[in-house]
Each structure stands twice: as C-alpha cells, then as structure tokens.
C-alpha cells in the first residue's frame, strides 16, 4: 500500500529539504488528522500540485489540524512528454466531474471543457466559473487519490473555434467518432509536443463541427465495436494511447540513476 497523500498550496514545499519538516494545516491538514487518524510515526506523501514530492515520517500532530511531516527525500517529477490534453464536451448532471476525475487518475496533463453545439448542459455567463471551478475540485480530488504530484490543468470553456486552434497548434489530434475508419489503436504517439484528444457530447459531434477539426488538422479515431459515453470515453482512449508510450513504461536502471529525487 502506497503512503497517503496530501496537498501543501502556495509554494509550501519551495524549502523543502532531506531532514527538514513540512506542515501539513488547515483543511488538509484536520482530514489528516480527523478524518484519516494520522499519527506520529506513520510514512506520508505531501505533494504541491505543482510536480513536487515530499515523501517523509509523521513527526508530530498538533491540535486537530496540524500534522508536521519530517522530509526523508524531495522528488521533482519532469514535465509530461508527450503532453496529454483531453477537450471534453460538457456533460449533463455530474457526468462532467465524472469525466475529469477518470482523466486525472488515467493520467492526462491537462482538461479543457468545450461548449460544443450538441450539448445538453451550458455554462451559462452567471455560472461559468462555479461550474468550472467543479472541475478543477474533481481533478484534485482525483489526483489527490490517485497519488499525483502533477495535478492537471483545467483550462477555460472553450469554444469550437478555440478546440480549432488547439488542434493547429498541436503534434497529433485525435477526434473520437463511431463511425471513423481508423482505429486508435493504430496510433502511435509522438515522443514529444502536445497530443489533444477531443471527446464529443452525448448528442455526438456536429457534421460542422467534425469537418472543422479535420480541416485544422486533427485524424478522426474510434474507440472499438461500443459506443462508450462521454464520461467515460476520454479516460478509454487517454488509456489507450499512454499504454503504448514511454510514459507507462517501467523505468530503466540508467531512467532511475538520472532521477531528480534527494534522498537524507
């Protein structure tokens, strides 16, 4: 079993160092204490969000928010390569927050909502940033859970012209349809840039929609024989793509002696 994780804000490990103590307070901290019964002597991860990990030893708590963390090693994880972006259309109900929490455990670097012409649900102006700010919880959550140091990023609500721009400026764009030719298991990614994944609505993607991602440069992919929901199609072909890249792969002895860690 892995050690529990939990998340210091605002630069709280920037000093972090072998033998040095790390506070764990406020909200996080009184779910370490309250909710998970930390107690002295027990092996704990703090992470930034950011890419930085402390892993280190239960020093002391204090009161019923304060857990003090005694560093053992600082890890700075290296920015994804090839980096994973899913454009997600939005979804009705708490389908959406479903969506980015499979996202963030699978591993995708970055979720961007689109307002695509077929979805049910809108972010209406009034709305917006509650409705975003839902996703950016469900991924910390999620990657909180999911023993993430690098948190993915939630990008704005986009528009279709926006998705267009993404897939220009990108080293490989996918488009998930049912009815493309090409399987996305015959992809092979890029060892480096961006790859962006675009994930339809319940309703499908519109003809236009789909003939302007094509014309901007992106290749129209199926998942399999199912058709598999919004919720849930992003993290399947995220899966499928990572599973073939050197980023699900097991580290090599010279991947291990190159690592950034610090150990005390």
Do not use: Y
Not at 19 to 31: I, K, N, Q
Not at 113 to 133: F, H, I, Y
Request: proline share 6%; net charge negative.
């Amino acid at each position: 079993m892995t050690a529990p994780v939990f998340v210091v804000d605002g630069g709280g490990l920037a000093a972090a160092t072998p033998g040095s103590t790390v506070t764990v307070s406020g909200a996080e901290g009184r779910h370490a204490v309250t909710v998970r019964r930390i107690r002295s002597g027990e092996q704990v991860d703090v992470v930034d969000g950011d890419g930085r990990r402390v892993s280190g030893e239960v020093g002391s708590v204090a009161g019923k928010d304060a857990v003090n963390v005694i560093v053992r090693s600082v890890t700075d994880e290296p920015p994804p390569n090839p980096r994973v972006t899913v454009v997600q259309a939005l979804a009705k109900g708490d389908r959406g927050e479903l969506a980015v929490e499979l996202l963030t455990e699978v591993g995708v670097d970055e979720i961007v909502p689109w307002s695509a012409a077929n979805c049910v649900t809108q972010w209406r102006a009034e709305r917006l940033e509650k409705s975003r700010q839902r996703w950016v919880d469900a991924a910390a959550a999620a990657a909180k859970q999911s023993r993430r140091a690098l948190f993915p990023r939630v990008g704005d609500l986009a528009s279709t012209p926006q998705v267009e721009q993404l897939i220009q400026s990108a080293k490989l764009a996918l488009v998930l349809h049912e009815s493309a030719a090409a399987a996305i298991g015959d992809v092979r990614l890029p060892q480096a840039g961006d790859v962006v994944v675009v994930v339809g609505p319940e309703g499908g993607i519109s003809p236009t929609e789909l003939a302007a991602f094509e014309a901007a440069g992106a290749l129209t992919v199926r998942l399999g024989p199912s058709v598999l929901r919004t919720s849930s199609a992003g993290m399947a072909a995220a899966a499928a793509l990572l599973s073939g890249s050197p980023r699900w792969s097991v580290p090599s002895t010279a991947d291990l002696a190159s690592d950034t860690s610090v150990e005390g």
